[in-house]
């Protein structure tokens, strides 16, 4: 099945996606990731999106969907995807049905998660990962149990994204509201979206969005 996690920046999808990806062999597909590692790796469309992704702007339509497009084409996303990040505008959800109609594939479900905006900021300024195998922590509510300590591979370093601060997330969230949302309406209208409550423990939240896909995959 294919299915998108659809949220503000901070509502969990990365979190979810990470968590149901193995139980149910989807793949995630985080544009933003995608993204991130064009950065570090210097290629061209990285150098094209930085500037906009640390000013928490969304990279233009043309560029995303030709990344999407390529990724879900691979062999490893046959069973099925969950779209994290994309799309996020309205054009990018119509170039998402053709180029899933052209693969002789469908979207299945839209989860949306719900949270509470100033809820979001606090989640986010918070945040950082191991370098090394890319599990989250957060300041606050969940540290490393030893300090400096990577839980999952013993790593002791750790990166916050650029764009994770109060000032940047004004935009971000704002990017959403006026772009991204729009795209709610579309999805009711296909009879395909779901919300979830985003602003409940992670675990319930997991269980819920496992419980939605379970139908479809019976
Ligand atoms: P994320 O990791 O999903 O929060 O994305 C980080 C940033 O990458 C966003 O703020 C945008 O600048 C960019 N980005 C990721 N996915 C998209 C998309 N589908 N369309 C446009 N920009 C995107």
Same mark, same amino acid.
Request: with cysteine; aromatic share 4%.
């Given at each position: 099945?294919?299915?998108?996690?659809?949220?503000?920046?901070?509502?969990?999808?990365?979190?979810?996606?990470?968590?149901?990806?193995? !139980?149910?062999? +989807?793949?995630?597909?985080? #544009?933003? $990731?995608? +993204?991130?590692?064009?950065?570090?790796?210097?290629?061209?469309?990285?150098?094209?999106?930085?500037?906009?992704?640390?000013?928490?702007?969304?990279?233009?339509?043309? +560029?995303?969907?030709? +990344?999407?497009? !390529?990724?879900?084409n691979? !062999?490893?996303?046959?069973?099925?995807?969950?779209? =994290?990040?994309?799309?996020?505008?309205? %054009?990018?959800?119509?170039?998402? =049905?053709?180029?899933? #109609?052209?693969?002789?594939?469908?979207?299945?479900?839209?989860?949306?998660?719900?949270?509470?905006?100033?809820?979001?900021?606090?989640?986010v300024?918070?945040?950082?990962?191991?370098?090394?195998?890319?599990?989250?922590?957060?300041?606050?509510?969940?540290?490393?149990?030893?300090?400096?300590?990577? =839980?999952?591979?013993g790593?002791? $370093?750790?990166?916050r994204?650029?764009? $994770?601060?109060a000032?940047?997330?004004?935009?971000?969230?704002?990017?959403?509201?006026?772009?991204?949302?729009p795209?709610?309406?579309?999805?009711?209208?296909?009879?395909?979206?779901q919300?979830? =409550?985003?602003?409940? %423990?992670?675990?319930?939240v997991?269980?819920?969005?496992?419980?939605?896909?379970?139908?479809?995959?019976?």
């Open positions: 099945m294919n299915l998108i996690l659809l949220g503000p920046p901070g509502a969990g999808k990365g979190t979810q996606a990470k968590r149901i990806e193995t !139980s149910f062999g +989807l793949i995630q597909l985080s #544009t933003g $990731d995608m +993204l991130r590692a064009a950065i570090k790796r210097d290629e061209p469309l990285g150098r094209e999106a930085k500037s906009l992704m640390d000013a928490g702007k969304l990279v233009p339509d043309s +560029l995303m969907i030709n +990344l999407i497009a !390529s990724r879900m691979q !062999s490893d996303c046959a069973k099925g995807a969950i779209l =994290d990040g994309f799309p996020r505008t309205v %054009p990018q959800a119509e170039a998402l =049905d053709v180029m899933l #109609t052209s693969m002789g594939k469908k979207l299945d479900a839209v989860i949306v998660l719900e949270v509470d905006e100033p809820a979001l900021i606090e989640r300024s918070g945040r950082f990962t191991c370098v090394q195998c890319g599990a989250g922590y957060h300041d606050h509510f969940s540290q490393p149990r030893q300090a400096g300590v990577c =839980d999952s591979c790593g002791t $370093d750790f990166s994204r650029p764009d $994770d601060n000032e940047t997330m004004k935009t971000r969230l704002a990017a959403y509201r006026q772009q991204t949302a795209i709610i309406p579309y999805y009711v209208e296909k009879g395909i979206l919300t979830v =409550d985003g602003m409940a %423990p992670m675990a319930s997991e269980q819920e969005i496992a419980a939605i896909i379970s139908k479809y995959m019976k």
